[in-house]
């Protein structure tokens, strides 16, 4: 079974503030997804890292892929009370499939 | 401009009385899925349709049944709805690797 880990599960940091949120899995992904998910919406997909050791940023997010593939992080610089939501991340196994870690829930307080 | 569209936005139903979620997207993805999320957690996946091949997850109550009578609309029924399946429901769809949600149908079972 492939099971994916998410720390901190609750994060409440006070606005322009950086933080690191990690996933962590025993198992290697063929690619790793990032989704946001603002309170009451569904989730939107922000990025897919595909190769080890791969760096992408999003304006003031930088997504990393571990070098084995097994690990992402996501960090955030200066944070916005726009970026409270549930961050989750996800492997993808297969095409038509994707496994979602529990989430951690960002609180930026103004 | 929508993409994937669920309706209604907040249903809410009585103990034991069938009910019935919908889900339509302009996507023209062959893949789509629905997700059940409770509060704060991730979403947990109750089943997904490949085309016309309907996938079930082993988990997944028989309280829970789809349809999908074409590429663009795919249905939740939920048999006899207990206090328990008062949740957030997810339908996504896919056309490769990235998943694509709707923004949910709150259910609260009285």
């Known amino acids: 079974t492939q099971l994916l880990e998410q720390s901190p599960q609750f994060l409440s940091i006070q606005e322009g503030e950086n933080l690191t949120v990690y996933c962590n899995s025993s198992s290697v992904f063929s690619s790793l997804q990032w989704y946001r998910q603002e309170p009451g919406e569904g989730p939107v997909l922000l990025v897919t890292v595909v190769t080890g050791g791969e760096v992408k940023k999003l304006k003031r997010l930088t997504f990393q892929f571990g070098d084995a593939r097994k690990d992402s992080s996501l960090h955030i610089t200066a944070a916005q009370p726009g970026d409270t939501g549930l961050y989750l991340c996800?492997?993808?196994?297969?095409?038509?499939?994707?496994?979602f870690g529990p989430g951690t829930s960002l609180s930026v307080i103004p | 401009d929508a993409m994937v569209i669920q309706n209604p936005r907040y249903q809410v139903t009585q103990f034991g009385k069938p009910v019935t979620l919908s889900c339509s997207q302009t996507l023209n993805h062959n893949v789509m899925y629905w997700y059940q999320q409770k509060s704060s957690q991730a979403p947990k996946l109750l089943f997904h349709y490949y085309d016309k091949d309907f996938n079930n997850e082993a988990d997944t109550p028989d309280n829970f049944q789809s349809r999908r009578p074409n590429t663009s609309f795919c249905f939740l029924d939920i048999r006899s709805p207990g206090l328990g399946d008062a949740a957030m429901y997810l339908c996504?769809?896919?056309?490769?690797?990235?998943?694509?949600f709707g923004p949910g149908t709150r259910l609260t079972v009285t």
């Open positions: 996800a492997g993808v196994p297969s095409p038509d499939k994707v496994i």
């Open positions: 996504a769809t896919s056309g490769g690797y990235e998943q694509y």
